[in-house]
């Protein structure tokens, strides 16, 4: 059974930084794309950045210049690098991923969030 379990959020002021990380664990055969979406209350869950097993990369409009997405393949694990926060970053990160185990096919996951508050 594969778990990911993300870390690094927490409270920020407005023009900080954090570095989130997701790292997957279990029977993993091979892991395909690796992505961070978020989810503010009231507001649909929505994509933030997806970085492919080529490492091809693609960005949410409002965070482009400011987030880096990454993965290190030996450690099973994708970061999001986060600066310049804006209040309006603040939501639940959750991290997700495309992973084919070693006994069955390949399925998306999803970690159990991680919060980021920005503060003004």
């Known amino acids: 059974q594969v778990q990911l379990v993300e870390s690094g959020g927490g409270l920020v002021q407005a023009g900080g930084s954090l570095r989130l990380s997701c790292v997957a664990s279990?029977?993993?055969?091979?892991?395909?794309?690796m992505g961070w979406y978020r989810q503010a209350p009231g507001k649909q869950r929505e994509l933030v950045a997806v970085i492919t097993s080529g490492l091809s990369t693609n960005y949410e409009d409002s965070v482009k210049g400011r987030f880096t997405i990454s993965r290190d393949n030996a450690k099973n694990t994708v970061y999001l690098q986060m600066n310049s926060l804006k209040p309006e970053d603040t939501a639940l990160y959750y991290c997700n991923a495309n992973i084919r185990t070693l006994h069955s096919g390949s399925y998306y996951y999803w970690g159990q969030g991680t919060l980021v508050t920005v503060s003004s």
């Open positions: 279990g029977s993993i055969f091979s892991i395909n794309n």
